[in-house]
């Protein structure tokens, strides 16, 4: 995997300052106690993008530079740090080649959806830095006043120039220091220089070389709709959040990031639950397809998530027995059977993500959000069609709450909870679609949903942990071992699951007065909770 880098930097205007030798006293900011320059650096970089500007369009560059000490293939992708003083890049970094190296160009590949990549500028730079250091000479910060000439490469002939110079604030190490950067830019405004709004060198020669009656880029994430959108500005809003989230969490899969795959898997769920609950929005016949392509993305993702987490569950259980209840290698068969079972997760993901199928289900994607298969009823108001599909998902949900409780304690009722659960999941995602045109109420039915969510998914992960506890004890048989220790820690799960269904009524009822006083009805009679009423025209009742 490529090298990677944390940028957090801010950029400034600098053609007002007399030369790139006018910087102001920078010491005069705390804690800086000695500036260095450097012998400045003459950089030569081409950048790489597909013809249309699809990594442009989101911030994203790749680029081939000489010059300087960091030559090579750069790769940055913004990343997302909540109360940053800056913004964010994490650049990857690979060696020089003659072609776009494919450790970095499948971290785009979510992006670029197949489409080539070509030279689309080249920018030549005289860098001249100064290291910003504190008294024990730990670097703080550089500050680098770049002159810059830049042309367009594509299309072919275009050949538009723009010069400029700029300087680059960025924090040592990928350090969050606000404080240092306040001082700096004020330094930094009294000489002169003033905040760049091109958010990259990229984005200022591309808006300065655009070719004449070229149209401005769409916001690559329009707001989502509210109480007075339409329906369709409502569920497309949804919609376009979770493929969006799809594409950003694919380079972050690939580079193995903590939390990635379950993130995205996540996505994979919330866009169809989508499809299925605002069917009267979108056409279920254009949606149906897709939901199934997102189905097998998710099972693939959760190859290896899955026997993580019941590897987990195990692991932290057999840490609660005592040690003389510990009979045989427990531990150790334990940890080898994980190791099977996860074994190759990781390559069947990234194949999975390599493959023509998801790179199908990328463009799919993209071309609904196009040109959406909407309904009649995308032209109406939100609040109702909102309305409606809550209710309706609400109500599936009491049916299946309704025949879990009537279904005596064993398998089949593992199975009609495991069903429960689903429907939770899909209430809950319908809910939270629905929030920006509901508000208040939507996500007091998107949080119950939640809590009830996760107490039928410890559940079923509970019935999960006893067939693999089974599966132990039977393999712990074969070689001659105790199964004891397997056999107790089945019983503290068959513990666990009776203690959570008698728990689900009570549950049950929190999430059924959410629209206000009254009990829920319990089973056989039909159980259609206050939260879930009929919409009136003004919208949900809650």
């Known amino acids: 995997m490529a090298d990677t880098v944390r940028e957090i930097e801010r950029k400034y205007e600098a053609d007002a300052l007399p030369g790139p030798a006018a910087l102001p006293d920078l010491t005069r900011a705390a804690r800086v106690a000695t500036v260095t320059a450097r012998d400045p650096d003459l950089l030569d970089a081409v ?4 013809a249309d500007q699809r990594l442009a369009a989101e911030g994203v560059t ?9 030559a090579g293939w750069h790769l940055k992708l913004p990343a997302a740090v909540p109360g940053a003083p800056a913004p964010v890049r994490d650049e ?11 450790e970095l160009t499948a971290l785009v590949r979510s992006r670029t959806r197949g489409a080539a990549l070509v030279p689309l500028v080249r920018l030549r730079t005289r860098r001249t830095v100064r290291e910003l250091r504190d008294a024990a000479g730990r670097p703080l910060a550089e500050v680098a006043v770049d002159e810059v000439e830049a042309r367009r490469l594509h299309p072919e002939g275009a050949g538009g120039r723009v010069r400029w110079r700029e300087i680059e604030v960025e924090l040592a190490g990928g350090a969050a220091d606000g404080g240092l950067l306040d001082e700096v830019e004020r330094l930094l405004a009294e000489a002169g220089a003033r905040p760049s709004p091109a958010p990259s060198k990229l984005a200022r020669v591309l808006a300065a070389t655009a070719p004449a009656g070229t149209a401005p880029a769409p916001p690559a994430q329009p707001p989502p709709g509210d109480a007075g959108s339409t329906a369709g500005d409502l569920v497309l809003g949804y919609v376009r959040t979770q493929v969006r989230a799809l594409v950003e969490l694919d380079p972050a899969v690939r580079r193995d990031l903590p939390d990635a795959v379950h993130r995205m898997r996540v996505a994979t769920r919330r866009l169809r639950s989508a499809f299925r609950s605002y069917g009267a929005v979108l056409d279920r016949a254009a949606t149906d397809p897709l939901g199934g392509e997102l189905r097998w993305l998710a099972a693939e993702l959760g190859a290896g998530r899955d026997q993580e987490v019941l590897a987990g569950r195990l692991t932290s259980a057999l840490a609660g027995v005592d040690r003389p209840l510990r009979m045989g290698p427990v531990a ?4 080898a059977w994980s190791a099977r079972s996860r074994a190759g997760a990781r390559d069947r993901v990234l194949g999975a993500l390599d493959g023509p199928r998801y790179l199908a289900l990328l463009q799919d994607l993209h071309t609904l959000l196009g040109a959406p298969p909407l309904r009649g009823p995308a032209a109406g108001p939100a609040p109702p069609a909102a309305a409606r599909a809550v209710r309706d998902d609400c109500r599936r949900l009491a049916r299946r709450i309704e025949a879990a409780l009537g279904t005596p304690a064993g398998p089949a009722r593992d199975v009609a909870l495991h ?3 689903k429907a939770a999941k899909r209430a809950r995602y319908a809910a939270e679609a629905a ?23 410890d559940h079923q992960d509970g019935v999960v942990a006893r067939a693999a506890l089974r599966d132990l004890a039977e393999e712990a048989r074969r070689a001659g071992e105790s199964g004891f220790t397997f056999g107790l820690l089945y019983g503290r799960e068959e513990a666990r699951a009776a203690d959570l269904e008698r728990a689900l009524p009570g549950r049950w009822a929190e999430f059924s007065r959410l629209a206000g006083p009254g009990e829920p009805p319990g089973p056989p009679e039909p159980v259609v909770p206050p939260a879930c009423p009929e919409a009136p025209p003004g919208g949900l009742r809650l």
């Open 419 to 421: 069903r429960a659960r």
């Open 435 to 457: 929030t920006p045109a509901l508000g208040r109420p939507a996500r007091e039915i998107t949080a119950g949903a939640k809590e009830l969510q996760q107490l039928l998914g």
């Open 332 to 335: 150790g068969r334990l940890r």
């Open 92 to 102: 990857l970094r690979a060696p020089l080649s003659g072609s776009p190296p494919p």
């Open 47 to 50: 950048y790489y993008d597909t």
């Open 62 to 70: 790749l680029r081939r530079r000489t010059g300087g000490p960091d």
